[in-house]
């Protein structure tokens, strides 16, 4: 079955100590999406690619970048995690249309920071 | 940006009964979507809705553009439509997530 995939589902790492989360899809999907979620909250995105086009939302932090390799894969990496990016991150996938279209989540990747 | 708002915040139901969820938005939106959260995290693609009228077994949706809201209704809950119910929508490319309904059923 066409899916999101993401590893590990769970992460946990030391305050300041970098961390890289990876998402990959087999749906052929021209859009991929990161999101946070913290507890009892709602998703907020962080950033997207369309292709290569790199969009990042006005307040991502800088501590937050992203990686696309290649249609198949997308890369979050924290650089310097605070206690405060405890959360779950969840990728998403869209097809052409971007916007326009479904979308399609993985099951997550809960971070802890200790 | 735009704004998003769901009613109720959180909902508690018998098995069997019916429930109407409510989604407000401030502007047009080109994308309007209905997820269910299950307690695991995983966000369940319900309907992708912009406008009109959709169902799908015991769910079905309604999104009336023109007045910036649209409507879930789950008839005969089951224990197993516990979550947390968000709609979310999009000009551009920008999806925004509503705060979310949180739904109980119980046996």
């Known amino acids: 079955d066409a899916m999101v995939i993401q590893n590990p589902r769970y992460q946990v790492t030391q305050f300041g100590k970098p961390v890289t989360l990876s998402c990959s899809q087999t749906?052929?999907?021209?859009?991929m999406y990161w999101y946070q979620q913290k507890s009892s909250q709602a998703p907020k995105l962080l950033f997207h690619y369309y292709d290569k086009d790199f969009n990042n939302e006005a307040d991502t932090p800088d501590n937050f970048q992203s990686r696309r390799p290649n249609t198949s894969f997308c890369f979050l990496d924290i650089r310097s995690p605070g206690l405060g990016d405890a959360a779950m991150y969840l990728c998403?996938?869209?097809?052409?249309?971007?916007?326009?279209?479904?979308?399609?989540f993985g099951p997550g990747t809960r971070l802890l920071v200790l | 940006g735009i704004q998003v708002e769901q009613s109720p915040p959180d909902l508690i139901l018998q098995e069997g009964a019916n429930s109407t969820l409510r989604c407000n938005f401030s502007d047009s939106v080109n994308n309007l979507q209905w997820f269910h959260q299950n307690p695991w995290g995983q966000l369940i693609n319900l309907f992708y809705i912009p406008s009109g009228t959709k169902q799908n077994g015991r769910l079905s949706a309604t999104t009336v553009a023109t007045e910036r809201y649209s409507l879930l209704y789950i008839s005969s809950s089951q224990t197993t439509d516990s979550g947390v119910y968000f709609c979310?929508?999009?000009?551009?490319?920008?999806?925004?997530f509503g705060p979310g309904t949180r739904l109980s059923v119980l046996p």
């Open positions: 979310a929508v999009s000009r551009g490319q920008n999806f925004v």
């Open positions: 749906l052929n999907h021209n859009v």
């Open positions: 998403a996938t869209s097809g052409r249309g971007g916007a326009l279209e479904t979308q399609y």
